[in-house]
């Protein structure tokens, strides 16, 4: 059966163990089964929602509150059931790229709330604003917002979201991966304790749960996945006309200027290649340096991997892959590029080997100068591996990236202000850093999203606030008829000849 989350799980023990199982539908629940019961959660919400279409300042603060005390008070229950689902994760990496982002975004969401609730002066169209009419844009709560989490982030992609769509007013269903079945079981549990089901519904599952959840008709929907899974998700969204937020991937290039120090920049970008071993959507897929500059690049690599990780086999700190499938997917992009005559560094300890399959632990591997048939370099990394390839004039660097689907992010390091704006101006990405990696994502205040084939709509912050609202118009006339009094009312006369005239003019 789909497992939704329940008051009566609360009392249970809060991270008490949890099998894979629990986290999935019943082996002999049919796909008809699944999609009534999860038709009926639904409507369950729909109809709270109907009782408060636009609840109080006061209300979505305690909403918002209660997710923050959720993170704080369940932080440690939480890095443990991830580190379960990924096999090794440290606790520092959980609390870094999840727990401490999640907590910013609703607090942000909380600290500005006021004002992004109330209502947007606009212009008035003259001469009604003479007279006293009023134009403004009311954000109002869309309803039930779906959310479809992915299993590389699993809880900050599940509060993220939250922050937005429950600030703006909404309810919530939540479908987290079925490859993280720990953390989404904990989730589904800990929601349950602090929410009523018809705010926040956690729906547990596998695939076919989430293609009966993509088939709701939600009054919003986001999906933050691979683009395969993404195009699935808004054919099933469109008989709704649903309207969706697509948090895809793609390859994330780099381009590294002669105008940089070529130490710090390795340093700074293989540092964010092995953040959670490669499996972040905005991860740097390629690279592009200066010829000249190859190997102190790779150098620089293979000495800040060593100061990072100087064991990678034993060291709590390094992120293991998130299970067999896709440990077998990065070792066959390598062996394709073998094949193809590449030319492969690996980063690792002197004397360590992998060959504990079951580990899923894999070094950062680099590859130099690859062909665009080799697999590294047609489908999105995912995984410890940079692909680093030279180039001549920063204009071939910018050709190769406009050539492929945008990119759900860039990353430029450099000191040349001009060739940074050339660079700014002539490529299209979702967001870009400037001498960093990721960093755009982390900025409350900045709209974080895909275009093309990385995604479309964007979250956080006000955007997101307005992504989960409608904005609706609404205008206010004054007390005085001026369609009578300027003849714009039928009889017609030659005094609405000059009114035309005065308007319908170069």
């Known amino acids: 059966?789909?497992?939704?989350?329940?008051?009566?799980?609360?009392?249970?023990?809060?991270?008490?163990?949890?099998?894979?199982s629990s986290a999935s539908g019943a082996a002999n629940e049919t796909p008809e089964q699944i999609k009534r019961e999860l038709e009926a959660k639904l409507a369950g919400i729909q109809q709270a929602f109907a009782q408060d279409r636009y609840p109080t300042y006061e209300a979505r603060v305690d909403r918002l509150d209660r997710c923050i005390t959720m993170l704080v008070d369940h932080q440690d229950a939480l890095c443990d059931a991830v580190a379960a689902d990924f096999g090794c994760r440290s606790k520092y990496v959980t609390l870094l790229s999840e727990i401490m982002i999640s907590v910013g975004n609703l607090k942000n969401t909380k600290k500005n709330l006021k004002r992004w609730m109330r209502p947007q002066k606009r212009k008035a169209p003259f001469p009604m604003n003479l007279m006293g009419a009023k134009s403004r844009v009311h954000y109002?709560?869309?309803?039930?917002?779906?959310?479809?989490?992915?299993?590389?982030?699993?809880?900050?992609?599940?509060?993220?979201?939250?922050a937005d769509a429950l600030g703006a007013g909404n309810r919530v269903m939540v479908k987290p991966s079925e490859f993280t079945p720990r953390t989404s079981a904990l989730l589904a549990e800990l929601t349950a304790k602090y929410f009523d089901a018809n705010v926040i519904s956690v729906c547990t599952g596998d695939a076919a749960t989430g293609a009966a959840f993509s088939a709701l008709p939600f009054d919003h929907l986001i999906f933050t996945g691979g683009t395969g899974i993404g195009r699935h998700v808004m054919r099933a969204a469109a008989d709704n006309l649903t309207p969706v937020t697509l948090e895809l991937g793609g390859k994330s290039p780099v381009i590294v200027s002669r105008s940089t120090d070529i130490e710090r920049t390795a340093d700074s970008i293989i540092s964010g290649k092995a953040m959670n071993a490669g499996q972040l959507c905005i991860s740097p897929d390629y690279a592009f340096v200066p010829e000249e500059s190859l190997e102190a690049f790779i150098s620089q690599c293979q000495t800040t991997i060593q100061e990072q990780f100087p064991s990678v086999i034993d060291n709590p700190d390094f992120v293991s892959l998130i299970n067999e499938r896709h440990y077998d997917r990065i070792n066959g992009y390598l062996d394709d590029a073998k094949t193809k005559g590449a030319r492969i560094e690996m980063l690792m300890p002197a004397g360590e080997t992998f060959a504990d399959r079951s580990l899923h632990r894999?070094?950062?591997?680099?590859?130099?100068?690859?062909?665009?048939?080799?697999?590294?370099?047609?489908?999105?990394?995912?995984?410890?591996?940079?692909?680093?390839?030279?180039?001549?004039?920063?204009?071939?660097?910018?050709?190769?990236?406009?050539?492929?689907?945008?990119?759900?992010?860039?990353?430029?390091?450099?000191?040349?202000?001009?060739?940074?704006?050339?660079?700014l101006a002539q490529t299209t990405a979702g967001g870009v850093s400037i001498n960093d990696t990721m960093m755009h994502f982390a900025c409350d205040d900045l709209p974080f999203?895909?275009?093309?084939?990385?995604?479309?709509?964007?979250?956080?912050?006000?955007?997101?606030?307005?992504?989960?609202?409608?904005?609706?118009?609404?205008?206010?006339?004054?007390?005085?008829?001026?369609?009578?009094?300027?003849?714009?009312?039928?009889?017609?006369?030659?005094?609405?000849?000059?009114?035309?005239?005065?308007?319908?003019?170069?």
């Open 1 to 20: 059966m789909v497992t939704t989350a329940s008051p009566e799980s609360a009392n249970n023990e809060i991270g008490a163990p949890i099998t894979s």
């Open 140 to 162: 109002q709560p869309k309803g039930v917002i779906g959310v479809m989490t992915p299993w590389n982030v699993p809880v900050a992609m599940f509060f993220s979201p939250l």
């Open 362 to 423: 894999m070094p950062i591997h680099l590859v130099v100068n690859p062909s665009d048939d080799m697999l590294v370099m047609q489908e999105e990394i995912f995984g410890p591996i940079l692909n680093i390839k030279t180039y001549k004039n920063i204009d071939d660097c910018i050709n190769y990236i406009g050539d492929r689907p945008h990119p759900l992010a860039l990353y430029y390091y450099g000191s040349d202000n001009s060739e940074k704006d050339h660079v």
């Open 449 to 506: 999203g895909g275009i093309g084939a990385s995604g479309m709509g964007h979250y956080h912050g006000f955007d997101g606030y307005k992504t989960f609202s409608h904005a609706k118009a609404v205008f206010q006339q004054s007390r005085v008829n001026l369609a009578k009094l300027a003849g714009t009312l039928p009889p017609f006369s030659e005094k609405l000849d000059k009114i035309l005239a005065a308007q319908i003019k170069k």
